[in-house]
């Protein structure tokens, strides 16, 4: 059967902050996670897929509720007496709900710190990088900039203080570099939303040592972050870095709608975005992937 001239599907958001993609958008979303793993690729950082909840418990102690009591999307389950009626057809909104102890994860890199929790990594460190669905709570909800549910990319190292700055020299390189290939305009400015409590000694240090940079589109869509954790998971999850003692950790993460979003403001629709992803030139710039000694 010849399909070449059949429509594409006309699919619409089925609610506030979700969105349905249809074949154009999915070919670019894909295409441009393919070329956003490429710092993982230069870095020979392993690929692997984080957790689909996260433990309420492991973020407590990770100050997650103190930071970002906004965010948190919990996973929770209809109670029983609430079965019958939802069989009967009366709409869920009301229905009450029981508790897992569960959360979706906000960002890719807490279920791969979490699961790291109580283990030595070793004097050379550790690289890591996925691809994760993430979901947030947010104020208001908008396009591609903005949704209840996104994928994150993420490349993380653990290990020296050293090692991370290096790690987001490379990081930061990359982005500039991967931005001027699709013809991608971006500011970097540091960010005020650290990891730890806003009030601790840490988040003072922060205000004269920020430890967050965003990369953020013309219209101030900010499609990338590198991210310096200081010691802090280590710390709190007692992952060692051998001789070193707490690990050090870093990230650098790309908000993968997001960058289609910046394709399309700047190519004007979604079949140009794709167009003009597909004729990047293939490869990337190379970096030295020899970690500095601390």
């Keep these: 059967m010849n399909t070449t001239t059949r429509p594409l599907p006309q699919l619409r958001?089925?609610?506030?902050?979700?969105?349905?993609?249809?074949?154009?958008?999915?070919?670019?979303l894909h295409g441009l996670d393919t070329l956003l793993r490429g710092l993982a690729e230069q870095?020979?950082?392993?690929?692997?897929?984080?957790?689909?909840?996260?433990?309420?418990?492991?973020?407590?102690?990770?100050?997650?509720f103190r930071n970002f009591p906004h965010l948190g999307v919990p996973a929770g389950r209809f109670a029983p007496e609430a079965l019958d009626a939802l069989a009967g057809g009366e709409p869920p909104t009301d229905a009450p709900l029981r508790t897992t102890g569960h959360v979706l994860p906000s960002a890719t890199c807490y279920g791969l710190l979490l699961s790291l929790e109580g283990q030595d990594i070793g004097d050379s460190g550790m690289l890591l990088s996925a691809t994760g669905r993430c979901?947030?709570?947010?104020?208001?909800?908008d396009g591609l900039r903005r949704l209840h549910g996104f994928h994150m990319r993420e490349v993380v190292y653990l290990g020296t203080k050293d090692g991370?700055?290096?790690?987001?020299?490379?990081?930061?390189?990359?982005?500039?570099a991967l931005a001027r290939?699709?013809?991608?305009e971006l500011t970097r400015a540091a960010a005020d939303d650290p990891f730890y409590d806003r009030q601790g000694s840490r988040a003072r240090l922060m205000a004269l040592d920020p430890v967050k940079h965003e990369y953020s589109i013309c219209d101030g869509t900010a499609i990338a972050s590198v991210n310096r954790h200081r010691n802090f998971f280590g710390e709190r999850l007692r992952i060692s870095a051998g001789q070193h003692g707490s690990a050090y950790s870093a990230c650098v993460a790309f908000g993968v709608e997001r960058w289609a979003h910046a394709m399309i403001l700047a190519h004007g629709s979604a079949e140009a975005a794709l167009a003009a992803?597909?004729?990047v030139p293939p490869g990337?710039?190379?970096?030295?992937?020899?970690r500095t000694a601390e």
Excluded: K, M, W
């Design 181 to 184: 290939r699709l013809g991608l």
């Design 277 to 279: 992803l597909r004729d």
């Design 13 to 28: 958001g089925p609610g506030a902050g979700l969105l349905a993609f249809d074949p154009v958008h999915t070919a670019l």
């Design 43 to 64: 870095l020979a950082a392993p690929e692997c897929l984080g957790p689909p909840l996260l433990p309420a418990e492991g973020l407590a102690r990770l100050d997650y």
């Design 284 to 290: 990337a710039p190379q970096y030295p992937t020899t």
């Design 135 to 141: 979901f947030r709570n947010e104020s208001h909800y």
């Design 164 to 176: 991370c700055v290096e790690h987001l020299d490379r990081g930061a390189q990359f982005i500039t």
